[in-house]
Structure formats: C-alpha cells, structure tokens
C-alpha cells in the first residue's frame, strides 16, 4: 500500500512530529508545545514526553518557546513581527460579534484559515465559517452581507486586509464535512476541520465536533475542541435575534427565503462558470462555498515530497 493512502499510518512520536511540523513549515509557521501537541497527526504524546523529544531531536530546533524545522529559526522572528497584527485582528472580530450574533438564523460563527492558526500577515482577511438554521441559509447570509456592507467591513475587490471574508455557509444539517475531501485522503480538510476557533455558537460546535469523527483517521481524538474563543451572547442581542426569527419564520420567511435562494444561486453560477477550476465552490440550497483557488491538492502534494525527502 502506497504510505500516503493512509497518511497518519504512524509508527513512532518521529514519525508524527516530522510529519505534523512540514505541514507548518510549508505555511512558514513555526509551533509552540501547546499547539504541536494540539495538532500532532496520529499518535497522542504527554507533553513531558513530547517536549523531551522536541528538545533532543536532531530535526527540530527551538528557540523562545517555538518549534521548527531545523535551519528554520527565521520562522520565529516573523511569526513575532506578526503578534501586533493577530491581536489586532481579533480585537476586530469580537468589536463586531455582538452584531453578528444577533443576525437571525445564525447557529454557529467560527474564525477560520490564517486567523484560526495565528498566523495572518498584515494583507490578511478574516475569514468566517457560518453555520446556519436549516432552508435559511440564504436569509442569514443576506442579512450578514448587507451589515458588514453598510459597516464596510466586508471583503470585496482589492479591499481585503482586516475585513471579513463571507466565504463558507453551512446549513445544520450538512456540518458532516468528510464528503467534501479530496480522495485518498486531504491533510489540508483535516487540519482546517481541527484549527477551526468557534466564537458564537457552543451547541451548534459541540453538534459539529461530535459529526466529524472522521477526523480520527488524522487524529487519535478528533477535533480536539477550541472552546476558549467562544463569547456568550448578551440580552439585546439576543432580543434582537429572537424577534426577527420570529417575524421571517413560517410562510413569510419561506417565500424570502426561496427567493434570496434563486438569487444568489443564478448570481454565484454565472460567476463560477468563468473559474478554470470549479473544485473549491460548492453552491447549492445547503451549503455555499466560495474559493477560487482550491490550494488543497498542491498542498497535499508539497507535504508528500518533504516527507519523502526527510525520510
């Protein structure tokens, strides 16, 4: 059998850090103990362990608490130029969650991408997964659109560093993402799947990790969940919230919410019908998804050379 058919066919703590770190490392990202342990493919180490494997091990360098390739200690500098710009970013994401909390028919809100992983750059969006109430999908991300619209906050054109990118809508009834991975296996699916940072929403992510067990074939536990971003909603915004649910709920919302549907359907396959490469949107009534550049085969296929060439 080909060693990539089953990527996470780990033998031994090496195997599994050399294999975790060139996935990073292809991103120019270099890890701390937490998050090497948080992300390490196919084995689950103690942390005295790892960190003592870390500190002996020929291949990996270290230096103020970050984690590297050898050769790589640059890595370090560069992720520290960019702490100004990750806290920065956050700040911006929970100064606006309270408005979009209380946007109806919204169930979960989760940072995803460069942010999710700590390691935006200066140019960087921010970049959303939004789950939604299921046959109102189109209403949220309508409501969602016009807001950030008005608020010019929302990525459009060649505005992009600091606004939030509306990129990836799932209804909740298509949170079970296995289906949408690359075959014989998609590292990069697994890792977004696991980085995901929810920060409205806890029951709809707590729906979400129990759906994705698929992510055991890369991880002993699964999604290990990232619960420590989530904001509890307040009174007002939940207020708000209930009201408009109620108002665009039953025969009303359903007839708003097929047309918003024939709308933005027509709209996005006019638009997706001039892409050379159709493999990163996925547009239907349950689940809206916008990349262009659908990185993830190259990626796959950088990490299987740079594992062969350390092996």
């Not at 031994?12 to 770190?21: K, Y």
């Not at 948080?38 to 990996?60: A, F, I, M, T």
């Not at 919302?253 to 709209?267: A, N, P, Q």
Request: charged letters at 25%; one cysteine or more.
């Amino acid at each position: 059998m080909d060693v990539f058919m089953l990527p996470i066919n780990i033998r031994n703590i090496r195997e599994a850090v050399t294999r975790t770190m060139i996935f990073f490392d292809i991103f120019d990202f270099p890890l701390t103990l937490d998050e090497i342990s948080h992300y390490l493919l196919g084995l689950k180490v103690d942390r005295p362990h790892l960190k003592l494997y870390l500190e002996q091990s020929n291949s990996v360098g270290h230096h103020h608490g970050y984690y590297f390739l050898k050769n790589r200690a640059e890595l370090v500098e560069y992720r520290n130029m960019n702490l100004s710009v990750v806290n920065n970013l956050w700040k911006r994401v929970y100064k606006f969650l309270g408005l979009f909390s209380a946007i109806p028919f919204i169930k979960m809100i989760a940072i995803c991408n460069t942010l999710a992983y700590n390691n935006p750059t200066s140019e960087s969006d921010i970049d959303l997964f939004v789950v939604t109430k299921k046959d109102r999908l189109f209403t949220a991300r309508a409501i969602l659109s016009i807001l950030t619209h008005l608020l010019r906050i929302r990525r459009h054109g060649k505005k992009i560093a600091g606004r939030f990118c509306l990129s990836f809508f799932a209804a909740e009834n298509v949170m079970n993402l296995e289906g949408l991975c690359l075959k014989p296996y998609d590292i990069y699916a697994a890792y977004w799947t696991m980085s995901l940072a929810p920060v409205y929403g806890s029951e709809t992510y707590a729906k979400f990790v129990a759906e994705n067990t698929w992510t055991r074939r890369y991880f002993p536990d699964g999604i290990v969940p990232r619960t420590e971003f989530l904001m509890q909603q307040g009174m007002i915004s939940r207020l708000i919230k209930y009201l408009f649910e109620k108002i665009l709920g039953g025969n009303f919302g359903d007839k708003i919410e097929r047309f918003l549907g024939k709308h933005m359907i027509d709209r996005a396959e006019r638009k997706a019908a001039k892409l050379p490469d159709r493999r990163g949107t996925i547009i239907s009534k349950d689940m809206l998804k916008f990349h262009d550049h659908d990185i993830r085969e190259i990626i796959r296929e950088m990490w299987e050379a740079r594992i062969r060439k350390f092996s």
